[in-house]
């Protein structure tokens, strides 16, 4: 069993930046890929950026490429995200999952493990 607890939403304005954390307690979080979904109102859960179990694979979302960048911590039971550049499209609910295997995935129904998420509003 994996508890993840993700960290670093709030209120920014328009390019600012933001620096999500996911810290996962109980089984090794470095055995997991991980992703990062977000969920504004009224829409779909959707696929932001996902890291491999090694690290050395990443993904992300076409809208948040070049701005968003995903990395694992040090003692690899954190993943964090990076956000620059944010504009209010990208105001939503934040949420990092995991999932036992090597590489990320962009379906959410495939993770096994979801926090609790984090809101991220970008307004002036």
């Known amino acids: 069993q994996v508890q993840l607890v993700e960290s670093g939403g709030g209120l920014v304005q328009p390019g600012g930046s933001l620096r999500l954390s996911c810290a996962a307690s109980g089984r090794t979080f470095s055995a997991y890929a991980v992703g990062w979904f977000r969920q504004a109102p009224g829409k779909e859960r959707e696929f932001v950026a996902g890291i491999s179990r090694s690290g050395g694979v990443t993904s992300y979302a076409d809208s948040v490429k070049g701005r968003f960048t995903i990395s694992r911590g040090n003692g690899r039971n954190t993943v964090d995200l990076q956000m620059n550049s944010l504009n209010p499209e990208d105001t939503a609910v934040y949420y990092c999952?995991?999932?036992?295997?090597?590489?990320?995935?962009?379906?959410?129904?495939?993770?096994?493990?979801w926090g609790q998420g984090t809101q991220v509003t970008v307004s002036s």
């Open positions: 999952a995991g999932k036992w295997t090597l590489a990320p995935i962009e379906v959410p129904s495939k993770y096994d493990y």
